[in-house]
């Protein structure tokens, strides 16, 4: 979304008589502010009851209808002029919906939302149905038809993707054509907030910017309300999740729609699966990819989470039956360390015969109890016992590294293939960092560490692509080119 400036009149809802002159200024990355020439509230001291407005109403100079959505006070003060002394006063609004007056004692809602982002037609490859028709002068007619929109069902919403064509005429009598490609989302129920469009289009700028592998941001955001008719009306919001957005280029991309075998649907499907399931999996990749800098240390921890968490989610992460070892093993387990070790062989299951003589029970507990072990120490143990059942961050590695994405990483340049001692160890180290223990020499610093980084991260991104049903020959070829490049100097 590109910065807007807004002159006009502002009020609070059912005080148009008291609007107030000021100027509404959006920026992408920074948000929105509303400077007011005059304060809302008289006289020259600053009223705590104007602090917060949940919504704001304006008409820009141009006749544009606007309503600010959660305005919080960011300024007050006061300045002399001709007629006296003049309160002034800023706000910071959370969202800006250009066209339409929500009124009073309605839920600022939406039925239909158009979404549009850099780079959309170039990824997804959409070119209108034409024909030419040529005349003996020379003359030609072209017609064109915009393809049929592609769909696909979300839980909570139909999903278009549309391309429209548009000619037009310069001045010079030179035929020219615009196009537009852009998502539709159609709401399942009859509304849906704020809070839940943002999120929509959230996930939508994460999935183009996982596919083209630049920072996506939205060029513009429309919705229709239930009081705005046919109408779309402008949002404005602040989305500082990466950088600057960026115009994908025609390389380094890491798919397009038609690279996807089933297509849009398939990829949707995927993609939404995929998010509802290890969102902050993607959240830590694309962050680490795009985000601004951090620490190294920071960044080899938080992707040696994500990949424990994708893990967790995605696969099998227990030795045995859960309900086994909550109910039998871990408590048994606790009654040897601290309780009852009767109640631990009271079960004839367990052997061949006859259970535990009490002489045979006495000998186990002076074996346990010639440890010593202190009370504290029992309960770090429980606790430990308790997650013991979990598969550890080694066998999770092993699992994706040397058996789910081996065939894919083997290959590739800074692969995690080879690597797993020194990822465990180096987490492990950073984790915990018991004092006066000696360092493991795998322990990664410096240098290692940022090849180890990239190590981890190309894991996450091959894991990635791969549910999404990227191919894995191209994710293994785009990979190679991308990997072989990263370098320390």
Known sequence: MESVEYEGHWWIPGEQKNRVGGVLTYQPQRGTSLDLFEAFESGVGQNPDYDYFGRLY????????????????SGFGSSHSQSGRISHSSYN???????????????????DIKVGFPGMKEWSQRVPLSNTNHSASGAFELE?????????????????LNTSFTPSISRADTPSITSDTYFRLFPKQPTITLSRLRNYVSSLRDLLTLGTNHI???????????????????????????????????????????????GFTELVENWFDLRNDVESTIDVFLGTRYGSGTYQQDTFLSLTQAVESYHRRRFDDEYMDSQKYETEVHPDIMDF???????????????????????????LKSMRDAHSIPNDLSNVLDSAIQFA???????????????????????????AVG???????????????????????????????????????????????????????????????????????
């Open 337 to 363: 360390i601290r309780g009852d070790l009767k109640s631990v062989y009271d079960d004839l299951s367990m052997f061949n015969g006859n259970s535990l003589s009490a002489t045979q029970l006495d000998r």
């Open 144 to 160: 064109l038809e915009n393809p049929d929109p592609l769909k696909a069902e979300v839980m909570e919403y139909e999903l278009h």
């Open 58 to 73: 304006g008409v820009s100079k141009e006749g544009d209808f606007i309503t600010l959505v959660k305005c919080h006070r």
């Open 389 to 415: 059942n979990e598969y550890s961050l080694r066998k999770r590695f092993k699992e994706l590294v040397n058996s789910k994405y081996h065939h894919i990483l083997k290959d590739l340049p800074h692969s």
């Open 216 to 262: 996506i941001e939205p060029t513009y955001v429309q919705a229709k309300t239930p009081t705005s008719g046919y109408s779309d009306i402008q949002i404005y919001y602040a989305d500082t999740a990466f950088g600057q957005s960026e115009t994908p280029g025609i390389t380094n991309l890491n798919f397009r729609l038609p690279d996807i075998p089933g």
């Open 419 to 489: 690597q797993i001692h020194p990822i465990v160890q180096t987490r492990n180290h950073f984790t915990h960092q018991i004092k006066d223990k000696k360092k493991d020499p795998a322990v990664a610093e410096g240098a290692d560490l940022t090849r180890l980084s990239w190590s981890v991260e190309q894991l996450l991104e091959v894991a990635l692509l791969s549910e999404l049903g990227v191919p894995q020959s191209q994710i293994r070829d785009t990979l190679k080119n991308r990997y072989k490049q990263y370098r320390i100097l």
């Open 93 to 111: 609004v959370r969202y800006v919906l250009d066209g339409v007056h929500v009124p009073r004692n309605q839920n600022t809602s939406f039925r």
